[in-house]
Every structure is written in structure tokens, then in C-alpha cells.
């Protein structure tokens, strides 16, 4: 029986959709539409901004899994991303992510990751991932049990909406959102667990493998604000989020001026950020694990402008398998 934990909902702007369709596309993300989203008058085009959202990342990682994720409409918050997570050896995960590294960023972070049996950021001998992650690189060592998690949209308050919707917000980036989290994205700050396993989040997620402070030294803490998405840890891509009002340390920070993300951890009223090849969450999937296309196959790439602005907040809802040793 799943054990859980609860945060706050990482909030999302608008993002500007590279799409592709390769010859052979090879993530594949099979979406499930429950009936509150095709019994929904506008169950239609609902299930066509997900689909746009799953085809980016068809269209952007050539890994030959694939990923089932189960969407369903709400009436509260905003967005809501549910899945499992595993404890596994942190040596069968480095060896397995050196053995897919492919890309300029693999062999960047992978310079910094040596073979060892303990990981760098607690020392631990175990790291946490999600099974999509886990099968991204290679590894059986965590049952899905048919689905990689279930992504809940407030349809109520999208753009592109249930009947009477506010329109205040994004679907489509909220989409992509927690997609990201299902894939891999996030951090186990700041720890704990369940009664059951009161320690379980204390290892870190593989995202966390690439949280450097602002002199390139490795900080897996709450404390302050000085927290940075690295791959070499100098130069810092992203912000990470470190403030403690609920929201997901795995996330960008938000709380002032900036130039608003996708992984927000709150929306920035207006901003329209784009998501490509090139940005830090994309490159933190391909570190992580997923096999970056740098090269789109010739004539099949289109671009697709989405520019709509949004504020909000909510919850996010995340759940934690049993352990379960690899």
C-alpha cells in the first residue's frame, strides 16, 4: 500500500512548444483519459493540448520506453502530478546512467560522477527514482503496475477548459509541468518520510545530483536561497526554489523579479516562458537519464507559439511506494 506526502502545487506560465515527429519516435508516453475528461463537453480539445504536450517530448527524447501516465480533471488547485518512488543502490544507478550517457551534458555531468558506491550529495549508499527514470537508463528494479503516475488539471481555471473555465492558466504548460515530474524531475528535499519509513526521501532524487551552490559546492539543503541547477557546477542554468512555504524544492525559484521558467514553482502573472532543447529542464531530463535528439530529422520539425499568461497556487499530491531495494 502506497504511503504519501504532500506539497505544494509547482505552478506554471505559458511555454512556447517545439514540436517534431521523427520517423521512428521512441519515448513513447501513452496517455489514459479518465471519464471526468472525456465525458467533458470540451473533453476534446482538453485531450488535444495534452496530446501536443506528450508529443513534445516524443519528438525530443529517443528512449525505447514507454510511459503510461493517467489524466483526470479536478476543480481544485491547479495541477497535481502522482507517482511512485523507489529506493534503489546508487552504484547500480551511476553505473547504468554512465552506460547511457550520449550527450555533451552526459559526458559533462558524468566527468563529476564517477563509478562509486556511495552518492555525493548525502554520502548515502542509495539514491530515490520514479520508474519512468529507472527504465530511461536501463533498469527493472521498479514496477510500475501498469502506470507511471496520474496527472490532475484543474480544467476549471485553464485556458483551454471545462465549460464556464476562468481561462486564467495554462493547460498545456501546466501539462508539460508534471510531465516532467513523472518523468523524473524533483527533488526529495527536505526529507523525511512516512510514519512507515520516517527516513525514506532522506536520499536524494537524481535531479538533486546537480544542485550546487553558487561557489560549485554541492548544497542539498533548505537553508537560504543559494541553490543552483548545474551540470558542471559552474555554471548555474537554473535557480532552485528554497522557500519554505510548501512548494517543491525541485523547482525554479520564484519569489521576485526574474525571467519566469516552466518548473516555476510559482507563476509569474503574464510571462510566457518557452520550453526547447535548450532548456535547463530539458537538459535536467537528459542528465538524469532520457536520450536528448539534438538533431531533429530533416523536415519534420515544427514550431508551435503558445503565449498565455497565469497566476496561481495549489497543491501537489506525491506519493511513495513501499521500499523496495533494486
Not at 559526458?107 to 548525502?122: H, R, Y
Not at 514496477?143 to 465549460?163: A, E
Not at 548555474?236 to 526554489?241: I, Q, W, Y
Amino acid at each position: 500500500m502506497s504511503q504519501a506526502r504532500t506539497i505544494q502545487v509547482a505552478v506554471l506560465s505559458a511555454v512556447a512548444l517545439f514540436m517534431s515527429v521523427p520517423a521512428h519516435a521512441n519515448l513513447i508516453i501513452t496517455p489514459t483519459f479518465d471519464p471526468s475528461i472525456t465525458g467533458d463537453s470540451n473533453g476534446a480539445a482538453i485531450m488535444a493540448v495534452i496530446n501536443t504536450a506528450i508529443g513534445f517530448y516524443q519528438a525530443t527524447f529517443a528512449d525505447p520506453i514507454n510511459v503510461a501516465i493517467t489524466f483526470q480533471s479536478s476543480n481544485s488547485g491547479l495541477g497535481a502530478s502522482n507517482f511512485s518512488v523507489y529506493k534503489i543502490s546508487y552504484q547500480n544507478f551511476i553505473n547504468a546512467l554512465i552506460a547511457d550517457g550520449k550527450t555533451p551534458d552526459d559526458a559533462t555531468a558524468l566527468g563529476l560522477l564517477p563509478s562509486v558506491a556511495n552518492n555525493p550529495v548525502t554520502g548515502s549508499s542509495t539514491i530515490n527514482i520514479k520508474p519512468a527514470n529507472a527504465r530511461a537508463i536501463g533498469l527493472a528494479c521498479c514496477p510500475n503496475g501498469g502506470s507511471d503516475g496520474t496527472i490532475t488539471l484543474n480544467t476549471h481555471v485553464t485556458d483551454v477548459g471545462s465549460t464556464g473555465t476562468t481561462g486564467l492558466y495554462s493547460l498545456l504548460a501546466t501539462t508539460m509541468h508534471e510531465i516532467n515530474e513523472i518523468l523524473g524531475l524533483g527533488s526529495d528535499l527536505p526529507g523525511g518520510g512516512p510514519p512507515s519509513n520516517p527516513t525514506f526521501f532522506n536520499d536524494p532524487m537524481p535531479e538533486d545530483l546537480y544542485r550546487y551552490d553558487s561557489t560549485g559546492v554541492r548544497n542539498y539543503t533548505t537553508a537560504g536561497d543559494n541553490a543552483y541547477f548545474s551540470i558542471n557546477g559552474l555554471t548555474d542554468l537554473a535557480r532552485f526554489n528554497q522557500v519554505a512555504d510548501g512548494t517543491d524544492y525541485g523547482d525554479w525559484w520564484w519569489n521576485g523579479p526574474h525571467t519566469a521558467q516552466v518548473q516555476d514553482a510559482r507563476a509569474t502573472s503574464g510571462a510566457s516562458p518557452t520550453l526547447g532543447v535548450t532548456s535547463p529542464e530539458t537538459r535536467a531530463l537528459d542528465v538524469i537519464g532520457y536520450d536528448l535528439i539534438t538533431a531533429p530529422e530533416p523536415g519534420t520539425a515544427a514550431l508551435l507559439i503558445v503565449g498565455l499568461a497565469l497566476v496561481a497556487a495549489g497543491r501537489r499530491r506525491r506519493s511513495a511506494s513501499p521500499l523496495r531495494k533494486a
